[in-house]
């Protein structure tokens, strides 16, 4: 079975904290893909990263990082010294198998505090 | 680039109408999905299309759900008749395939609200 674990529901910070958003999954596919979405208060879903099953390799644009790590199977999301606009729900996905379904987490919501 | 166009923004309509969303997928993209959101159940597939054809219907919740892809740039979700229990809002993505595998990530329309009073 494929599954996605997002087991903080809301996070609370105050600006420039650092805040880790953590995922979780679980395939038996050797070859799948991991992604991260933001939706913003105003709705719209924003395609944040993507990322393959062989490419462990962490990732860090601007203020976020990614640290991929298959021995735990997590894919956890960090966001350095934050923002009040980082505030929203961030979702984290995965695609494995021959299909173009995405298995969604149940997203966390983060809000930051001025 | 224009992204996913989606079609109303907000819609309020009355139980039993027919309502019809429509979805302009980014050109070049060849896959296309439609998710509904809600407080309750989070973001669901509904069903998603490769070239033009529907792949997995598995996630429409019943007959009164119903969608087509007549070409490469248009797609249409149709409720009919609708219930207050259909509001929620329906997204619409699209997204391209990786050169020898799947996996692209998907680009997201604004949603279209509905409320079905």
């Known amino acids: 079975a494929q599954k996605v674990t997002q087991a903080q529901t809301e996070i609370s910070v105050v600006e420039k904290e650092d805040v880790t958003l953590d995922c979780v999954y679980e395939t038996r596919d050797t070859t799948y893909y991991l992604f991260w979405y933001k939706q913003p208060p105003s709705g719209e879903l924003v395609f944040l990263i993507r990322?393959?099953?062989?490419d462990e390799q962490n990732e860090i644009s601007g203020r976020y990082s990614w640290n991929f790590q298959k021995s735990t199977s997590s894919f956890n999301f960090t966001i350095t010294a934050s923002q009040v606009v980082d505030s929203a729900v961030y979702f984290c996905a995965l695609n494995a198998g021959n299909n173009r379904k995405l298995i969604w987490g149940l997203g966390t919501s983060l809000a930051v505090n001025p | 680039d224009a992204g996913v166009i989606q079609s109303p923004r907000h819609e309020v309509t009355e139980m039993g109408q027919e309502v019809t969303l429509r979805c302009k997928p980014i050109?070049?993209?060849?896959?296309l999905f439609w998710y509904r959101q809600t407080m309750m159940r989070g973001l669901e597939l509904l069903i998603y299309f490769n070239n033009n054809v529907p792949i997995d219907d598995s996630g429409m919740p019943e007959d009164r759900f119903s969608a087509k892809m007549p070409n490469a740039s248009f797609s249409t979700l149709k409720i009919q008749p609708s219930e207050p229990r259909d509001s929620a809002v329906y997204f619409c993505?699209?997204?391209?395939?990786?050169?020898?595998?799947?996996?692209?990530?998907?680009?997201f329309g604004p949603g279209t609200r509905l409320t079905v009073l």
């Open positions: 993505a699209s997204s391209s395939r990786l050169a020898g595998g799947e996996g692209n990530e998907q680009f």
């Open positions: 050109s070049g993209h060849n896959s």
């Open positions: 990322r393959n099953s062989f």
